[in-house]
């Protein structure tokens, strides 16, 4: 540890005298101060310190998944990442209360002086998109032009460099097909479920049937509903149709990890799918959370600039409505909802592999201490 002179101050180890001198108003520099310039400085600020703890957090959690296996400790830590990561997307939008604090006259007074300065040239923010596994191809084009086109040549390599390299929702598919669980010597998941699912709808079939109080019509119409759910499911079962439909850009996540990923849903009261589980939900309150962002910071925009372009030379707000729509990465684990029954119909798991999936403790005769 390097031995210091004179003792640590706070001021030194936050680097104050830097980080409270960078706040520096356009509006001073061309004589005509603006006062809530100061709070727009900040609160981009914060947000840029704030994605750079998410870069910091993704770097530990792609670490854990970067390999042949994702040992249990580093599991752990990936699902703290994510949570953390959940948590720090809320105070983003909760700085969008105090942004708005600032009213559209407000914003008139210093706004022409930051053309044509763009929170669309955010790099860090591209760089999560990227990380997360938003792909070139489905992004939103920006005023006719790429994103990457609003960023400068270093800043450019940087992310075209990250969407070369493996992204999570990349890794977490590769995790998925290696969960061991959903085939067993004598136990096949898909197969098991898929006559499950078969049997409750023909017994709901049959109830329909029985329901005196339905016309003709509405028979018709429930046994139609019960058949479009049955070729739902068969898209999850039917490895052949699932290929067609990832090439059709309707599923992302392979067959068997779309296999595995319901597996852990249904099953994850046993003790080794509770943190796969706490994972995957956590991914999906990444993407809800980032969803409500976009759309909160699209009204924002409209609230302070109307139908005007933004700084940038686009409509921000109809550009972050789009992206709220349609820059989903974890759409397949949203989806899988459509393909749950109820509990009281689940297949029970054979005895060995529900032993295999608990917690296991050296037998003893309980008189040693713990």
């Known amino acids: 540890m390097p031995s210091r002179d004179t003792p640590l101050t706070y001021a030194e180890h936050l680097q104050l005298d830097r980080l409270l001198s960078c706040q520096e108003r356009q509006s001073v520099l061309h004589g005509r101060p603006a006062h809530d310039e100061m709070l727009f400085i900040v609160v981009h600020q914060a947000y840029e310190l704030w994605f750079k703890v998410i870069l910091f957090e993704l770097d530990r959690i792609q670490e854990v998944f970067a390999g042949p296996r994702a040992e249990d400790p580093g599991l752990g830590e990936a699902v703290q990442g994510i949570e953390r990561i959940v948590e720090i997307q809320k105070l983003l939008i909760q700085q969008l209360d105090v942004l708005e604090t600032m009213t559209p006259m407000d914003f008139l007074d210093f706004r022409d002086l930051l053309v044509p300065a763009s929170g669309f040239q955010s790099l860090q923010f591209r760089l999560i ?51 061991p669980f959903i085939r067993a010597r004598d136990y096949d ?150 393909f749950l029954i109820p509990r009281s119909r689940l297949p029970g798991l054979p005895e060995d592999l529900r032993r295999a999936m608990g917690y296991s403790y050296a037998q003893g005769d309980g008189s040693e201490g713990s």
Request: cysteine-free; proline content about 3%.
């Open 129 to 179: 998109e990227t990380r997360l596994g938003l792909r070139p191809t489905e992004r939103v084009s920006f005023g006719d032009r790429p994103v990457e086109a609003r960023l400068g040549p270093e800043d450019r390599t940087r992310l075209r460099a990250a969407e070369a390299a493996p992204s999570l929702a990349d890794q977490i598919g590769d995790w998925l097909e290696r969960t």
């Open 189 to 338: 998941f898909g197969e098991v479920y898929r006559q499950a699912v078969i049997e409750m709808l023909e017994a709901d079939a049959a109830l329909l049937r029985k329901n005196p109080a339905l016309s003709a019509t509405e028979l018709a119409g429930e046994a139609e509903a019960l058949a479009a759910a049955r070729r739902r499911f068969d898209s999850i079962f039917d490895e052949a149709r699932h290929r067609e439909l990832l090439d059709e850009g309707a599923w992302r996540l392979s067959w068997r990890a779309l296999q595995a990923a319901l597996f852990i849903n249904l099953y994850r009261g046993e003790p080794a799918l509770q943190l796969p589980f706490r994972l995957l939900s956590g991914l999906m309150d990444i993407d809800e959370t980032l969803t409500n962002w976009r759309h909160r910071h699209a009204l924002m925009v409209q609230r302070m600039i109307g139908r005007k372009l933004g700084t940038g030379g686009s409509s921000g707000h109809d550009y972050l409505r789009q992206t709220a729509e349609r820059h989903r990465v974890f759409g397949d684990l949203f989806a899988l909802s459509t």
